[in-house]
């Protein structure tokens, strides 16, 4: 996929951003930031759940001063989310932080944006123009009438040219809205109109599951377009949750390697021969708990399962009374349904160790016949849902005439 490999890039610490580099993950601690100890904890968790940068506000000059202690302890790189005082922007970058985001709605004098250019240019930091719908510059509100895509882009610009004045261009962009198609539309006009990195989000998106989808609708919009550089899914919930959800968007959307657990499994049906909610949320807690970086799909019968799930990495299916565990939807072992999760995290461990084909080399030689002959007694009673033999039948006849 194409990802605006022209933009600039950017490094926010160690971290690029921009000009081809992987998309990268961003949230926000909800903690006091003059509370060291807790902020710190929050980032670690953060880091833990896959953000690669980490926002904290710098909102008075307690939390500058604890930016201080936090920023050499983080083990990712800091933004000092700044507001209204440009002085704090100053304390946040003596503070050693790796990046500012500065919104444009609320620091409006020209003297002021320019100061902080200088002194960011000087220990080159970037800046994040961070417009934000709720927050327009009130001018542009009279001008465009609302919160406008061309109002958004315009504020950009506008921060952008203050900027430009100090030659500083290290400055990557969000232009955040809480309406779904107006953020999409806003964003495709920035990219439109600047080469600068895009940070993507959907603003104030709410609680799991409103915000998750809200989130999800924009910023996978954009990123299949090949818009966006980094990401930052806002939810009023538990940070953790934003940044483990922006990290398993990239992952789903293959723009970044695959570091946890991929579980898929079917919705159920009349056919299953287990409960599928259950198997499938014992199975997600072991085997994240473990960390493995596999699919693994948890089937609810063995007459479509193992076929409809052949591409996961590993899949377990349920039939008469045993597990069907399948590599690639080939079947290596059957064990008892009570052992169907155990059995499942164990031959997880074994291919992640030793791969795809040794794991297929050291089937159980008994495994395939056991599971053909359940899945042709599941047949026999309930009868093929796809009809697999039949047409099979029907087109070797037809290929035969
Ligand atoms: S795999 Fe079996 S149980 Fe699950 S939805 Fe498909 S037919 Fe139903």
Not at 34 to 53: F, H, K, R
Request: net charge negative; aromatic share 2%; charged share 25%.
């Amino acid at each position: 996929m194409a990802h605006r490999e022209g933009t600039r890039q950017i490094h926010v610490g160690r971290v690029p951003v921009g000009g081809g580099a992987p998309v990268s993950v961003q949230s926000m601690t909800t903690t006091k930031t003059a509370d060291v100890d807790g902020t710190l904890a929050q980032v670690y968790a953060l880091a833990g759940a896959g953000a690669d940068i980490v926002r904290i506000t710098c909102n008075d000059v307690a939390a500058a001063e604890g930016l201080a202690e936090i920023v050499p302890r983080s083990p990712v790189p800091i933004i000092a989310d700044i507001h209204y005082q440009y002085r704090l922007a100053l304390a946040a970058l003596e503070a050693g932080v790796q990046g500012l985001r500065l919104n444009p709605g609320n620091i409006r004098k020209p003297h002021q944006i320019r100061a902080v250019a200088r002194d960011a240019k000087d220990r080159g930091i970037p800046i994040r123009v961070g417009v934000n719908a709720g927050s327009l510059d009130r001018d542009l509100m009279k001008r465009y009438g609302s919160a406008t895509p061309e109002a958004l882009v315009a504020s950009a610009q506008k921060e952008i040219e203050y900027l430009a004045e100090e030659d500083f261009h290290d400055i990557k962009i969000s232009v955040k809205h809480s309406h779904v198609p107006s953020m999409v539309e806003s964003y495709r006009l920035l990219a439109d109109t600047v080469g600068f990195p895009l940070h993507l989000g959907v603003t104030e998106a709410g609680p799991p599951p409103g915000g998750l989808i809200k989130s999800v609708a924009g910023i996978a919009t954009l990123l299949l377009e090949g818009i966006g550089d980094t990401i930052r899914f806002s939810l009023t919930a538990d940070p953790v949750e934003e940044a483990r959800a922006g990290r398993q968007l990239l992952e789903y959307l293959d723009l970044r390697e695959r570091t946890g657990l991929d579980l898929i499994a079917c919705p159920s049906c009349g056919r299953a021969e287990v409960d599928v909610l259950e198997v499938a949320q014992a199975a997600q807690a072991k085997l994240e708990e473990a960390k493995l970086p596999i699919q693994v799909a948890v089937m609810g019968c063995v007459v479509n399962g193992p076929g409809e799930a052949r591409e996961a990495d590993l899949g377990i299916a349920a039939g008469r009374g045993r597990g069907h565990l399948f590599i690639k939807g080939k079947v290596v072992r059957v064990v008892p349904e009570d052992e169907m999760v155990e059995a499942l995290l164990d031959e997880a461990r074994k291919l992640v160790d030793e791969g795809v084909e040794a794991r297929i080399a050291a089937a159980d030689d008994l495994a395939a016949d056991l599971a053909a002959q359940d899945r042709q007694v599941l047949i026999d009673i309930q009868g093929d849902a796809n009809r697999a033999a039949a047409r099979r039948a029907a087109v070797a006849d037809v290929a035969a005439r």
